[in-house]
């Protein structure tokens, strides 16, 4: 397997090794795993994916999550991020859909608003659009190095509060469905998640975080905005631009991401699997010391 960095920090694309591989092979596992852990995000060019090989890759990271109320795919462990619609057309611009994949263009990282968060998610290409459609990734790990010492330290022992509500309440009233908001209460999690590998830390951070305990929710919002915004500063980013047969995979740990814009008339279709952090992934020094929620 050949390793090639994409840009100075983190990423990686890897060669001479496939999804099947890996779902096969304990000793390509463990070469993608630790090439997963120093890089953070790992893109396989050229790919045959299938449901089956995509789904037998992701298991060898951990339990896949089952599909959430409300996104397409629910109840199986696909998310399908498509803008087709029963007949095969394009939905138009305004339909949920479209609404929905508007959504994904804020920076993110994938789950952070649910009780059991994500460790990774793989994002296969099916149909990708002519123009546009790129995902974007910043590494959380470098922008926790940038910070002064004073500012560091003090994130370590703070927590934020995540919400698929609020996230989605930037894009459209409503978007958020009555049953996900039910199903997807506040959760709360510490703002810098070290690495039980390798120890480097990494901010925390989401479109769906709005507030940090034991702060007030301005300050708590103002806070969250600037740590953010420094994040994902022009000039420290990678850019993925898909072609067909590509598989990316990042660490929601270490990295935020975000979709780009494309023509609203141009079909995608993007099949993700998610899988959950284990407490061997550091789940369980990210709960803060009280689970009851400070509204």
Sequence with gaps: MEVIPLREGFGAEL??????????????YAAV?????????????????????????????GPPETTKVGSMGTGSHFVILSTFGPDGK???????????????QLWHTDSSFKRVPALTSILSARI????????????MRLAFERLDKDMA??????FAWHSYAHSRSKVATGLATPEEV????PVCWRMVWRNPVNGRGALYLASHAYGVEGMDADAGKALIEQLTGA???PGVSYLHQWKQGDVVMWDNRATM??????????GRLMIRTTISATEADGVANMQPPSTQAAE
């Design 90 to 104: 394009v939905v138009p611009s305004d339909h949920r859909q479209q609404l929905r994949a508007r959504a994904n």
């Design 33 to 61: 795993r630790a090439a997963f852990e120093e890089h953070s995000v790992l893109v396989f060019r050229g790919q045959e994916v299938s449901d089956d090989i995509q789904l037998a890759f992701s298991r060898r990271f």
């Design 182 to 185: 039910d199903a997807l209460p």
């Design 153 to 158: 330290k003090r994130l370590e022992n703070s």
């Design 231 to 233: 994040a994902t500063a």
């Design 257 to 266: 991401h975000r979709g780009r814009p494309w023509p609203a008339h141009e």
């Design 15 to 28: 060669r001479g090794v496939t999804l099947s591989d890996v779902a096969a092979s304990d000793a390509a």
């Design 128 to 139: 990708i659009p002519e123009h546009g459609g790129e995902t974007e990734f910043v590494s």
